[in-house]
Nanobody
């Protein structure tokens, strides 16, 4: 069993930055692939970024490539999402997710989910 808790959300002006954190608890949390997803009001949840347990494999949605960076510190059982050059369309609730399989962009694969953290970008 893995529990995930996101933090770091907030309100920022367009062009600003935020860093989200996802702390995972559980004995083998560091061996899980981790992903970030987001859901904007009135829209379906969508993939943002993912990486393998080693961090050696990463995926990004086209909409965030070059602006967002996913990273992890397995010693702290924490995965991060550094978000730069934020745009109003990045406004959403951001969720982290974990699974024992390889990193993937498909949210259907992920077993464990956090409660989400709100990110609001004003223009």
């Amino acid at each position: 069993q893995v529990q995930l808790v996101e933090s770091g959300g907030g309100s920022v002006q367009a062009g600003g930055s935020l860093r989200l954190s996802c702390a995972a608890s559980g004995r083998t949390a560091s061996s899980y692939a981790m992903g970030w997803f987001r859901q904007a009001p009135g829209k379906e949840r969508e993939f943002v970024a993912a990486n393998s347990w080693s961090g050696g494999i990463t995926y990004y949605a086209d909409s965030v490539k070059g602006r967002f960076t996913i990273s992890r510190d397995n010693a702290k059982n924490t995965v991060y999402l550094q978000m730069n050059s934020l745009k109003s369309e990045d406004t959403a609730v951001y969720y982290c997710a974990a699974d024992r399989t390889s990193a993937t962009m498909s949210q259907n694969v992920y077993t464990y989910w956090g409660q989400g953290t709100q990110v609001t970008v004003s223009s």
